[in-house]
Antibody, heavy 121, light 106 residues
Framework: EVQLLASGGTLVQPGGSLRLACAVSGFDFSTKAMTWVRQAPGKGLEWVSTITGSGDGTYYADSVKGRFTISRDNFKKTLYLQMDSLRADDTAVYYC??????????????WGQGTMVTVSS | DIQMTQSPSTLSASVGDTVTITCRASQTINNFLAWYQQKPGKAPHLLIFAASSLQSGVPSRFSGSGSGTEFTLTITSLQPDDFATYYCQQYDSYSRTFGQGTKLEI
């Protein structure tokens, strides 16, 4: 069974940093692109970032470009999202998700349970 | 970025009804269109990819159609479990975008 378990969400002050992690199991991690999607309270879904299976392709939404960094450790089967210079409008549930393929632009066929990030003083 | 516009924002229906949700893209997206279902407090769930391909395990009462810039999700014979929020998403570009969502209410 494919499983994704996101962690690392917490309360952080504006301007602070946080690293989210997503531990996966049940599939060949290195052959699939992985994606982060977020959802602010009461709002819709927003794509955040995607990384290809080897890690050589990374893509970001304009709203996080230059502040967030996506990475992966294929030996540990873990996806990461380093979030710096956090702002109040980064407050959201962050979902990690597995892409169907490894092209960098695809649908997400398996999702983790989400981890809540709250940016507030 | 490609903008995705869903309609309606809210849809009221009854068990057994057939409903249709529309999604329009601001430019052609070559059928790189997915539909997701989300229930309160839960992660989204993939229903349809490539505009009309049914994801494994999804009931056949869900179907997708369309091409170019206009796409639809149709749910026939609504079941109680289908009342949720539905999102379209384009993945034609590396900068993916979602529609604003359609809440399907009883």
């Amino acid at each position: 069974e494919v499983q994704l378990l996101a962690s690392g969400g917490t309360l952080v002050q504006p301007g602070g940093s946080l690293r989210l992690a997503c531990a996966v199991s049940g599939f060949d991690f290195s052959t699939k692109a992985m994606t982060w999607v977020r959802q602010a309270p009461g709002k819709g879904l927003e794509w955040v970032s995607t990384i290809t299976g080897s890690g050589d392709g990374t893509y970001y939404a304009d709203s996080v470009k230059g502040r967030f960094t996506i990475s992966r450790d294929n030996f540990k089967k873990t996806l990461y999202l380093q979030m710096d210079s956090l702002r109040a409008d980064d407050t959201a549930v962050y979902y990690c998700a597995k892409d169907r393929g490894n092209w960098g632009h695809d649908a997400c066929d398996v999702w983790g349970q989400g981890t809540m990030v709250t940016v507030s003083s | 970025d490609i903008q995705m516009t869903q309609s309606p924002s809210t849809l009221s229906a009854s068990v057994g009804d057939t409903v249709t949700i529309t999604c329009r893209a601001s430019q052609t997206i070559n059928n790189f269109l997915a539909w997701y279902q989300q229930k309160p407090g839960k992660a989204p769930h993939l229903l349809i990819f490539a505009a009309s391909s049914l994801q494994s395990g999804v009931p056949s009462r869900f179907s997708g159609s369309g091409s170019g810039t206009e796409f639809t999700l149709t749910i026939t014979s609504l079941q109680p479990d289908d009342f949720a929020t539905y999102y379209c998403q384009q993945y034609d570009s590396y900068s993916r975008t979602f529609g604003q969502g359609t809440k399907l209410e009883i």
